[in-house]
């Protein structure tokens, strides 16, 4: 998923953010405050969450990112979910409403799952393997089905095939009784209980949720359930009564409510998370803003601060259809002259980011930490004076009009001014920047974005930005424009693994296979810093989430306050 | 009085046609395609085309921009099937973010900026008015200076700086004031009032800077008339001549900017609601602008020229009521 999903992730930006990411891992410098799985919190009380921007949807058809993601686990169930706890323990796909993460056959081409005993609706009724197809189908809907895209990709569906809605029944999705579901995929997948995680494969009463229904009044199966919802401005969790602790494993469900405010200024909710006052106490919020960095130096902050990597990659792609940076030992040049330290100070800093070399960030399951292009201008120069370049060439690097990327911006363009390397800075507005970069008919020399995946695995990673198959003419993600038929060719036998832990492994082999290419310069890996509030209890950075507070652990020290 | 009124509400239509049909061509013409954003990551050229179908953006300009039109005065329908929703008159359209029904948000934020802007007026008003009479009143003295050397430097401060510096000491340091946020009046009259305080101070501060020189300065002028010479010499108490003689004449150019800036207020306050986080059509504005959902552009373009237009109409209607000079006969 491109970076500004994260962004809205922290409550910035969620009209951009259109996928799924993983999230900051394991707590890196200051974390301090989070307990694992809601250690420390009683039952009962309001948690507040403070935020920028509105989730995009409540509909988990249509909404998919990092964020809402996190929050869909609240009101949502699925067949199976991320664990729930710091580090790797919120990564594992565990059991959610099935019984286990699912039994395959037919060499992984055909899933099957049984549903759990006390399962239900938040109207009571409960929750069958019809409401489980249901729910699926519902991500082939045209209009609806605008999200996670991996029902359609994984499961097989004739090609004509527009939702229950218009179509009715899908086939592939059978319902031998009330408990058991079956999927019939495309082609063999080992990480389908992976992908089961995504939110468009959430259960529904058979016929609920035409149109926009969901959007404004879903229906739980989670823990919480909306009592009201003013979009753009708040919403109102109360407890689903007829949600059953015992049936679930992963949310501890410790507040009686949740309150999101929407639509506030990101600096005034850093203000308000650091002064803590009355209601403020009960209060989490989304990553702070650079500018706040300096003033959460002191103790008394500092233990109330949570830090933890986003589980994303900011790169500077580099465009190989141009002249200059078809030639490999141009690009490696460029790969050899960016100083990532100076790079991470435009960033804001290293509270705020590490710097990075590989392309797949230290969330990554499997993934190996390598540097293969450590500042060398020797080297760099060297490579450009082989390239018969040594005078420097004219670059044009696309970027977005925010303090941070103009910060990293111009860390590259003094890194690359001893090659003679003329880097001219394009401003693009952000409504338009996506659009841009992602039509090979407008984009430039360079690109200075990111990605973050779906899940914890190289297949959400490696895949989208580097298979050749995947040029498009608009809303292209191979912004490298990379084509190389090695790589191609890996990248489908990987998909082939049958042994996920194998296939990670793989994916890290890959990883630096294509470095070799150097089709992008890896730029930093981003951290969420977060502030809680003094009475807020459990809160951790789940990996899964771009390293946003787990929802469903947090909870309050003192319920009474 | 019935012919000039239907000129100017014919006036007012055209006008109003013109921005819908400029805002609707610079979006249609210049503007990204809202498609790609939807669309998003794992986006292919086949599902951009599904999503300009459902969105209607394969249409001709003509086409499109008539849809639009008809919608405000008849209603239209959106999608297909079982999907397929009647947008009731006057239909803005949905957000392209949010599926949300444009007019139904803008009933949901237009109470915010109300509450926002009339709070303001209220307080500009009181204060500019009252400080540029007490200044002409004093013309030359200590206080008329002092006066208009805070006026001078109240309208320098920017919005943004005022609202956060205010919020730092107020809510910060002396936690006096709770955080602003668009608290319902139903919630206690006491936290409204303190929940919409700083936003009203912030806005008003400017204006009311502005309404002093300008309310001093033809205070000043009037006094120096003949009309009030006479008033004088005939022995007029001078509250009386001040009251009586003077003000109306002297306020008539206040009425006339005070209803363009309140208009202007109702479409939005949105640096003020920006910062403060105020949900109302002036950060519902800003958002849009960000996240290039058109049809919310378009809605609160019009409805802000629609405020402008109004407001216009209004100002030279009262106006003529209270200025003999200008009556419409």
Request: hydrophobic letters at 40%.
């Given at each position: 998923m491109r970076r500004s999903a994260v962004l809205a992730t922290v409550a910035v930006f969620t009209a951009l953010a259109l996928t799924g990411c993983g999230g900051a891992s394991t707590p890196v410098s200051g974390a301090g405050a989070g307990d694992p799985a809601a250690a420390g919190a009683g039952t009962g009380g309001t948690v507040h969450f403070l935020l920028s921007s509105d989730y995009s949807h409540l509909d988990p058809v249509r909404g998919w990112d990092g964020g809402v993601n996190n929050f869909?686990?609240?009101?949502?169930?699925?067949?199976?979910?991320?664990?729930?706890?710091?580090?790797?323990?919120?990564?594992?796909?565990?059991?959610?409403?099935?019984?286990?993460?699912?039994?395959?056959?037919?060499?992984?081409?055909?899933?099957?799952?049984?549903?759990?005993?006390?399962?239900?609706f938040e109207d009571g009724k409960p929750i069958t393997s019809e409401a489980v197809k249901f729910g699926v189908e519902r991500a082939w809907d045209?209009?609806?089905?605008?999200?996670?895209?991996?029902?359609?990709l994984l499961i097989d569906a004739p090609k004509d095939y527009k939702g229950p809605y218009v179509s009715g029944d899908l086939d592939t999705i059978e319902t031998p009784d009330a408990k058991t579901v079956v999927f019939h995929l495309k082609k063999p997948y080992a990480d389908f209980a992976s992908a089961l995680v995504q939110p468009n494969f959430v259960p529904f009463p058979k016929g609920t949720g035409a149109a926009d229904a969901f959007d404004s009044k879903p229906i739980a199966s989670g823990p919480y359930k909306v009592e009201s919802y003013r979009r753009g401005a708040s919403l109102k969790l109360v407890r689903n009564p007829h949600w059953k602790a015992a049936s679930d494993t992963v949310r501890a469900a410790k507040p009686d409510g949740f309150e999101f405010t929407f639509g506030l200024d990101g600096a005034t909710i850093d203000e308000r998370m650091l002064a803590g006052q009355g209601a403020d106490a009960n209060a989490i919020a989304g990553a702070i803003q650079a500018a706040t960095v300096a003033r959460i130096q002191t103790p008394q902050i500092k233990e109330r601060t949570l830090s933890g990597y986003m589980g994303c990659t900011t790169y500077m792609s580099l465009n190989t259809t141009k002249k200059e940076l078809g030639d490999v030992r141009v690009r490696q040049a460029i790969n050899y002259a960016v100083n990532k330290d100076t790079v991470v100070a435009g960033d804001g800093g290293t509270t705020l980011?590490?710097?990075?070399?590989?392309?797949?960030p230290p969330t990554i399951v499997g993934r190996v930490d390598y540097d293969p292009y450590p500042t060398d201008m020797a080297k760099a120069q060297q490579l450009l004076n082989d390239a018969g370049l040594g005078g420097g060439f004219a670059l044009t690097l696309d970027v977005r009009p925010v303090a941070r990327q103009q910060g990293m911006a111009v860390a590259i363009q003094e890194a690359l001014k001893p090659l003679k390397i003329d880097v001219k800075i394009n401003n693009i507005d952000t409504s338009t920047f996506y659009e841009v970069i992602g039509t090979p008919a407008q984009q430039h020399d360079a690109a200075l974005t990111g990605w973050c995946p779906d899940w914890l695995s190289g297949a959400t990673f490696l895949p989208p930005l580097f298979d050749g198959r995947n040029i498009v003419a608009k809303g292209n993600s191979n912004l490298a424009q990379i084509d190389d038929e090695a790589i191609n060719k890996r990248i489908d036998e990987i998909a082939e693994m049958t042994d996920i832990d194998a296939a990670n492994a793989a994916y890290s082999e890959l990883d630096k296979q294509i470095m070799e290419k150097a089709p992008i310069v890896p730029l930093v890996y981003e951290k969420n810093v977060t502030v809680i509030g003094g009475n807020i209890a459990g809160a951790y950075l789940n990996d899964s989430f771009s390293g946003g507070i787990d929802l469903v652990s947090v909870g309050l020290e003192d319920p009474s306050k | 009085m019935a012919r000039y009124l239907a000129g100017r509400i014919a006036g007012l239509v055209l006008i109003l046609f013109l921005v819908c049909l400029f805002t609707y061509l610079i979006f249609f013409k210049l503007s990204p395609d809202p498609a790609v954003m939807i669309c998003g990551k794992t986006c292919t050229p086949e599902r951009i085309l599904q999503i300009r179908t459902v969105l209607g953006l394969d249409e001709p300009f003509l086409t499109q921009f008539w849809d639009f039109l008809s919608g405000l005065f008849a209603g239209r329908d959106y999608g297909s099937g079982v999907n397929l929703i009647h947008c009731q008159a006057p239909c803005l359209g949905y957000s392209f973010q949010t599926n949300q029904s444009v007019w139904e948000m803008i009933l949901d934020r237009l109470p915010v900026s109300a509450t926002v802007a009339v709070g303001a007026a209220v307080l500009w008003l009181l204060v500019g008015i009252g400080a540029g009479l007490f200044s002409a009143v004093k013309e030359g003295t200590w206080w008329d200076r002092t006066l208009m050397n805070l006026a001078l430097g109240g309208a320098s401060i920017p919005n943004y700086v005022l609202a956060l510096a205010l919020q730092y000491v107020l809510v910060v340091k002396l936690q006096v004031l709770p955080f602003p946020s668009a608290v319902a009046f139903s919630d206690g009259p006491a936290l409204w009032f303190q929940s919409y305080l700083m936003p009203w101070i912030v806005l008003a501060t400017g204006y009311a800077?502005?309404?002093?020189?300008?309310?001093?300065?033809?205070?000043?002028?009037?006094?120096?008339?003949?009309?009030?010479?006479?008033?004088?010499?005939?022995?007029?108490?001078?509250?009386?001549?001040?009251?009586?003689?003077?003000?109306?004449?002297?306020?008539?150019?206040?009425?006339?900017?005070?209803?363009?800036?309140?208009?202007?207020?109702?479409?939005?306050?949105?640096?003020?609601?920006?910062?403060?986080?105020?949900?109302?059509?002036?950060?519902?504005?800003a958002d849009s602008i960000a996240k290039n959902d058109q049809p919310v552009i378009m809605a609160v373009t019009l409805l802000a020229a629609f405020f402008v237009v109004v407001g216009n109409v209004v100002v030279d209607l009262v106006y003529t009521g209270l200025d003999p000079r200008v009556r419409i006969r």
């Open positions: 869909y686990r609240l009101i949502y169930r699925g067949l199976t979910t991320f664990g729930a706890g710091p580090g790797t323990e919120g990564t594992k796909v565990v059991p959610d409403l099935a019984t286990t993460t699912g039994t395959p056959s037919d060499d992984n081409k055909t899933w099957t799952f049984t549903l759990k005993d006390d399962i239900f045209p209009e609806a089905g605008i999200g996670s895209p991996y029902a359609k980011a590490v710097k990075a070399t590989s392309i797949q | 800077c502005l309404y002093a020189r300008l309310t001093r300065s033809n205070v000043i002028d009037t006094l120096a008339e003949n009309f009030m010479r006479t008033a004088r010499a005939k022995g007029l108490h001078p509250v009386l001549t001040m009251r009586r003689h003077a003000l109306r004449p002297a306020l008539t150019p206040v009425t006339t900017i005070f209803g363009m800036d309140f208009a202007a207020l109702l479409g939005g306050a949105l640096i003020t609601e920006t910062v403060f986080g105020l949900n109302g059509v002036g950060k519902m504005a």
